[in-house]
């Protein structure tokens, strides 16, 4: 819909379904990874994270500024600042408090740093003035790379829900078994559920979740998984058709050979983070996935993209598959070795890290990260490795990056990552070995892979702390998607204030051994319409509308975000807005 105050020149386009359906599963991403959730005991408080929300922070942890109503002295206690008026800071920003009680923080370019609501609620904004996280009682907004939202908020009944949008994200309980926390996730998705387990422990000042089994294999079963076959077996996937497989061939190919169970595994682990990637991308983007499976995708162009030739050579290399190769053999060794695997002391990075050796992570959602002072992107299938364990009094940790998508963070970038994301991608690691196992179990010898042993698949245990969580709600996915609405509103009203007219009433004062400008009348009478009319190029759409508060980016157009409207440009003239 065209914003009632925009007069807009446009003639009616009719274009093919398929190209607005592509389109749309370009401009949607897939979900963010799980964050942590509600305190399960008394502990000494977590350190509150400013990072983007990935790392599972809430509004919990970004209280409002409270007013008491008197002080030692027996005098009641200043008022909170509402005057309307701009404060010029130190760091070259400014601060205006508006009419409305709003308090708005801007760059030195203009652009809005952070913002404190009338109602209550905080935002900041990244360097380009775009909305990176909203906190606004109990519930946290986020955008990840590429502007994917994520919306997080925790019930009263202590129930967290994570919502993306469309039927998908999940719903995590708080239960008890034999004295102990656990928590219970249900992940929705395509209209289904499955479910997952997680202990709760403390380390490095924040609340990790340690992913827990729902069966444990027999000892045998996991040192057959990871000692070398007697001679490397060739295994054809049949991903040829999938149009995940296309998507990102020029990142990804399996090996030809595998030399043992825990180099397929390490395939499967990467496959399943981008198929799961591109079908979620579908299916946010219209639902109807039979129709955009037919889609052929677009192609994504990589450093290693020979335009020349039309080939490319996959940017994550051997050497490093090599390495996840190797932690996957290194968690199943650890499996093996455990007295009680349901003590889950495997699945945490406190004992993960306490070998102060490397370790290999393989990212399992989009975050936002800070890389030598500026921020860039990881998505699924990015692989980062860890040489030293965080230090004692943070809660990240610092990684390099060894393989990494277009517009993604650089390959050798050094990154920091908040510990509850660090967790989540050795969660991811290890949920997939285990469907992988479950998938060679189930079909012994599948595809000319050597079959286990038949007393290693046998004394299969359930976990007991399975049966004791709570039932999964088969409404979920409804509730999920309000969840997201009510993101998307609270997101849309807090950047609708941040950019609102500056309605201070008030000139700025000088910067320090400045000289304060001559202030301006305001115009007089009503503005101009905005006319946004076809043809127009990106610069004549900004004299009149300003900078867009996104912009995406590809082959052969370019899309402005509004927070009323979209506009397409195809050849850097608009062809379409909505």
Known sequence: MIHPKVRTVLSVLTRPRGAALLSAIVLLAVPARPSAAQTPAPKPAAKATTSHPSSGSTAANHPTNAHPTGNAGGKPAEPAHNTAGTTRNPNGTMTV?????????KRPDGRVESIKTSAGHEARFDSRGRVREVHAHGMTVSRGPGGIRRTVFDRPDHARLVAYG?????IQHPFTYGGHTYYSRAYYYHGGYYRAYYHPYYYHGVYLHGYMPAYYYPSAYYGWAYIPWPTPVYYAWGWAGNPWYGYYGAYFAPYPVYPSAAYWIADYLIAASLAEAYASANASAQGDSAQLQSLAPPRLIYASYDLDTGTTSPTMTKEVKDAVSEEIERELAASQEAQDPASGKTASLATLLADEQPHVFVVNTGLSVASAGQDCGLTEGDVLTLNNPPAQDTTTAT??????????????????????????????LLSNIDKAMAEMKDHPGQGGLPAPPAEAIQGIKEAPYAAAAPTADPNGAAELDQTARQGTETEQQVAAEATAPDDSNATAPPPIGGVASVPTSPPSGPSAPIVIALGQTEAQVIAGKGQPTNKVAFPNKTVFIYPDMKITFVGGKVSDVQ
Do not use: W
């Open 97 to 105: 408090h508006t009419a409305k009680g709003a308090e708005i923080t």
């Open 399 to 428: 990684l390099r990056v060894l393989a990494s998508k277009q517009n993604d963070c650089a390959i050798g970038d050094v990154v920091s990552v908040e510990l509850t994301d660090l967790q989540e991608m050795q969660n991811h």
């Open 166 to 170: 469309h039927g998908r994200g999940y």
